[in-house]
């Protein structure tokens, strides 16, 4: 887990948090779970999201990689991108997780992608594709996250 990785984020995406004065690579994360399960993020915005996840230390008893963890990464990214295209007025909250697992995987890494389905006003969905590292597809899921108003006192979000 140790070494800290830089996300790259959309130039319009820096500028707009920094004129808040808000420094997004330093804020972002894929939370404490996903620091746990050792997630790596390696490019966000609201038209794709990726990361990587280890299958070591993500698996279970029969030592595949958990169902759960994909779950987890797949939330994640989802999540990464709804919030990017939600942008600094919104939060994004999952409110359905849909998880197909396909294949198993026993070592080395997977690595999630998260594009966009739907992006509204209120919601948006997005297909995250979960593959290991030969490139099969070990799990497809579909997220879809309400975007609430970060601010729900401010004049302008009534």
Do not use: W
């Amino acid at each position: 887990m140790g070494e800290q990785q830089t996300v790259k984020f959309p130039q319009e995406v820096l500028e707009e948090y920094a004129a808040l004065g808000i420094d997004l690579p330093a804020l972002f994360s894929a939370g404490d779970l996903g620091r746990r399960m050792d997630i790596r993020i390696l490019e966000a915005s609201a038209e794709r999201v990726v990361a990587t996840m280890p299958v070591e230390g993500n698996t279970q008893p029969y030592g595949l990689l958990h169902g759960g963890a994909s779950a987890v990464l797949a939330e994640t990214l989802g999540s990464v991108g709804a919030m990017m295209h939600g942008g600094i007025d919104k939060i994004a909250v999952g409110v359905d997780l849909n998880c197909t697992h396909h294949r198993g995987a026993r070592s080395g890494l997977v690595t999630g992608v998260a594009t966009p389905v739907h992006r509204g006003r209120s919601t948006a969905t997005y297909e995250i594709v979960i593959s290991d590292e030969q490139d099969r597809r070990v799990c497809t899921a579909r997220l879809t996250c309400l975007l609430r108003d970060a601010n729900p006192q401010h004049p302008g979000n009534a």
